[in-house]
């Protein structure tokens, strides 16, 4: 499995928090102000039985959500609603909760089980379990 990170800025960059500050955050082109931070954040856990994502995501509407499968290409597709509206006048400072539509694609493993995919969701966490195939142990050819 693969997981990318892509970011149009060094994460020590100033300069795109400096402009959100002084600009409001509409004046960067979306994906620079989208590519900073890897959202929602994502957990992998192996065993010898299956591959266990959670995907952080609090506040997501299961309806609006959508796991699809090409290939070995899983791809979780939602959105992360305001839960705070803003106020007529009040300036908000500091916004650290991502809201908005995301897309997030993990490349699954070659021993991934394609048919045997489930997904959950319980206190702001997305588990999606994929069953790993059975390994079998190379067999043995007697010479005759």
């Known amino acids: 499995m693969t997981f ?3 970011s149009f800025w060094p994460e020590s960059a100033f300069f795109p928090n ?8 509409d004046y960067l082109p979306a994906h620079v102000r989208d590519s900073q931070v890897s959202f929602p954040a994502v ?4 065993s010898p039985e299956s ?3 959670y995907v952080f995501a609090p506040g997501l509407d299961k309806a609006q959500t959508d796991i699809t499968l090409d290939k070995n290409l899983l791809t979780v597709t939602g ?3 305001v839960l705070i509206p803003d ?4 300036t908000v400072y500091r916004r650290e909760r991502r809201t908005g539509k995301f897309s997030k694609s993990l490349k699954l493993a070659k021993d991934c089980s394609l048919n045997n995919i489930s997904a959950s969701y319980s206190l702001g966490v997305l588990h999606i379990k994929v069953q790993r ?5 190379p067999e043995k050819i007697t010479i005759t």
Do not use: M, Q
């Open 4 to 6: 990318s990170r892509r």
């Open 18 to 25: 400096d402009i959100e500050h002084w600009f409001g955050k």
């Open 43 to 46: 957990n992998l856990e192996v």
């Open 51 to 53: 591959y266990d994502y």
């Open 79 to 81: 959105e992360s609603p």
């Open 87 to 90: 106020a007529e006048g009040v």
């Open 133 to 137: 195939l059975a390994h079998t142990s």
